[in-house]
């Protein structure tokens, strides 16, 4: 019964928390693009900073212009500002535009008015007075335009055009009429457009958008290059950014495109850009993706922006989208207030079961109280079995312990006796046989010895005798036997004993058969000779010999000069 309510209460809790998880907004996008959008929420909640800073460097920018000499000094000086307040502050750049129109009149610098006249129309454009732009970009004639002004005359137009048909937009019988001049005069941008022209990578692409997959792509490379290696900290950057951001869409690549849409926003924001088509454009794809939360975030900043520039265009535009975000939060509110309602049943229920549940438990602890009181009793028992059971417990391990190190002992001495064995029967062996060879050999040296006599050849056996040469060769068979034996019995060793050496003082031996004096010291200690002067008797090597053998080998070794002759009495497996 008790395991029954718990499966139950169990089970209930979790439809309460499959509910609740099935309403939590699950992310579209990767952990990149999340982090982007979340840097970008935080340059927006931080906007007054970036003014601040924008207003610092104008600041200092005003200064300048105000100790300008020439009028010359003074045109590049206004138009700096006009470019730091075109998207920041539109009747200061006019203002300044208005100077630059006055000095180009004065120095009758016909270069300078169209500049001036340029830029009038942009700020004309910006803040949705089209027919008044259209008429500033008029006034100049195209046949005096310089070639460096070409491609800024022709990227004028294709702005003015895109906002007529981004404000008339479905109120125009055609708007689309505009968009194809647009991009008409954007192809003449490019076609102008100089490549020491900071924005000429932005011309570039334009150009591309609607062209050949392969042109597209292999701008759309050029521009990734650009932007990834850019501060992006100038609004030419965040154009850049933007119409990569366009070229991924043409390639319906959503991700990147969110993604350089972000960085461009980013960009534009810290520089204190208040028209802003790429935060636009991001806040659409949010409302497309149903984050719509961000999407009024993004969409409130642009229309805020809009307003305080006189951006009239923009914000047309913008509160159409103000208007389909707001028809999504009335159906989002709707469907969060039906889960509510469903939870607060789902929620009602679980009480209710919950109670019943408690009740049934509470009955069920009475009896389990009873029952724990008679376990209690059964575990004090259990608990003084179980003391004397790990007693006797501890005591076995005591002796099995006490065992393994007996049975290792036992091992070790059986081994060092198998050994010992196996050495002893392997040298007498060849002890028998180099006997028997030596009994054969003074057999036939005393025939020898006996014919010479019998033949008179006192001489011969004279020179034979007063030769070493017999003693040699004896004692260097002797070595080739000793050798041959110890290497069948541990074939390791020379490996083992070199180990134990230093990498530089390893010891290297003619063939497999064969020690030098070091090895054939060191393997008598293997066997257990360790005295000096009895290896010295044993292999016909004077004391000193072996004495400066074994300190010298010693002073090769990678371990402690004292524990050496022990290790090496521990070397070789022994061959069976």
């Known amino acids: 019964m008790q395991t029954l309510t718990l499966r139950q209460a169990l089970t209930i809790i979790s439809v309460v928390l499959i509910a609740v998880v099935a309403r939590l907004p699950l992310s579209a996008h990767n952990a990149e693009i999340n982090t982007l959008l979340c840097r970008l929420d935080s340059v927006i909640e931080h906007q007054e900073e970036w003014e601040s800073l924008k207003l610092h460097r104008l600041k200092d920018l005003y200064k300048k212009a105000h100790q300008a000499r020439t009028p010359d000094e003074r045109y590049w000086l206004n138009k700096n500002l006009f470019e730091e307040y075109s998207v920041f502050n539109a009747d200061s750049a006019m203002a300044y535009v208005d100077g630059n129109y006055a000095i180009a009149e004065s120095l009758g610098d016909e270069s300078k008015r169209i500049e001036s006249e340029i830029n009038r129309s942009f700020i004309l454009s910006v803040t949705g007075l089209l027919k008044e732009a259209q008429d500033a970009i008029e006034r100049i004639d195209s046949d005096k335009i310089p070639e460096d002004l070409r491609s800024l005359y022709y990227n004028q137009l294709s702005y003015l055009y895109s906002h007529y048909g981004q404000y008339l937009g479905e109120q125009h019988s055609s708007p689309n009429d505009y968009y194809v001049i647009s991009r008409a005069y954007q192809d003449s941008t490019y076609q102008y457009a100089l490549s020491s022209d900071p924005l000429y990578m932005w011309y570039k692409g334009w150009s591309v958008l609607r062209g050949p997959s392969d042109d597209r792509r292999t701008v759309l490379r050029e521009l990734k290059a650009d932007i990834d290696t850019a501060r992006m900290d100038s609004r030419v950057d965040a154009m850049k950014a933007y119409i990569l951001a366009r070229l991924y869409q043409a390639e319906n690549d959503k991700e990147n495109q969110i993604k350089y849409l972000a960085i461009s926003s980013i960009c534009d924001v810290k520089t204190a850009n208040k028209d802003i088509a790429s935060l ?297």
């Open 280 to 576: 636009e454009e991001l806040g659409k794809i949010m409302l497309e993706d149903e984050d719509i939360d961000r999407a009024y975030n993004y969409i409130n900043y642009c229309q805020q922006q809009a307003q305080n520039f006189h951006n009239r265009v923009r914000a047309v535009s913008l509160a159409n989208i103000e208007k389909q975000i707001s028809r999504e939060y009335s159906q989002r509110n709707q469907s969060q207030q039906m889960r509510l309602n469903i939870y607060l049943i789902i929620l009602a229920t679980a009480t209710v079961i919950l109670i019943v549940l408690s009740v049934l438990i509470n009955r069920r602890n009475k009896k389990l109280k009873e029952s724990k009181e008679h376990l209690s009793l059964l575990n004090s028992e259990l608990k003084n079995n179980i003391r004397e059971l790990s007693a006797l417990r501890e005591y076995q391990e005591a002796a099995n312990k006490r065992l393994r190190e007996m049975n290792d002992e036992l091992s070790e001495v059986n081994n060092r006796l198998k050994e010992s064995n196996f050495i002893k029967e392997e040298y007498m062996g060849h002890v028998f046989t180099m006997c028997s060879n030596y009994i054969n050999k003074i057999e036939n040296l005393r025939k020898l010895v006996l014919r010479k006599l019998k033949a008179n050849q006192i001489d011969d056996l004279m020179v034979m005798v007063d030769s070493n040469t017999m003693a040699q060769n004896e004692l260097k068979e002797f070595y080739q036997n000793f050798d041959s034996i110890f290497l069948n019995m541990y074939p390791d060793f020379v490996k083992d004993f070199n180990e134990l050496l230093r990498p530089e003082e390893r010891i290297t031996v003619r063939d497999n058969t064969s020690l030098n004096t070091e090895l054939r010291i060191y393997a008598l200690v293997r066997l257990g000779i360790n005295d000096s002067v009895k290896i010295a008797a044993l292999l016909h090597y004077s004391p000193q010999t072996v004495y400066n053998n074994r300190l010298r080998t010693r002073n090769k070794a990678i371990i402690p000069k004292e524990k050496f002759a022990e290790t090496v009495q521990n070397l070789g497996k022994f061959h069976e």
